[in-house]
């Protein structure tokens, strides 16, 4: 059964909206079961705060298109507490909020490619890609939007 937002995202609204100074989100979180945390857009120096998870690139959350290659991927170290993303059960659903709304996501597929921090050129697909070290390797789950 699809799974619409709770709310309507503003088709004029942009990721520079929703965002503060410092890049962090106004109540951006990612739910995985009972798990959760808060989400910020950033590169390698958010990451490695390891105090949220990072959407290291693509558009603006609830407006990708993995057919298009419009991909949203968030990423964070395993070493704190991230480690989830790299291999979720087939089937297992991530809920993304954010002030413009709430949007559920179902795992279709994983990856695992040979080294930590592996280049990720290629690896991003779906709607939604999770990435995240998983022992001396690189995981990957890919998601679509219901």
Known sequence: MPVTPTRRPSASATPEDVTGATGRAAGTTIRIGTWSAGVIRG????????????????????????YAMRTVVIVGHDYCGFDLFATLRVGTEVTLGTPRGTWTYTVYANYVTPGRGAPAAGLYWGDLTLQSCVG???????????
Do not use: K
């Open 136 to 146: 001396p390797d690189t995981g990957f789950s890919y998601l679509v939007r219901d």
């Open 43 to 66: 590169g390698q120096d958010e990451v490695d705060a390891c105090q949220d998870a990072v959407q290291w690139a693509g558009p603006g959350i609830g407006t990708e298109d993995g």
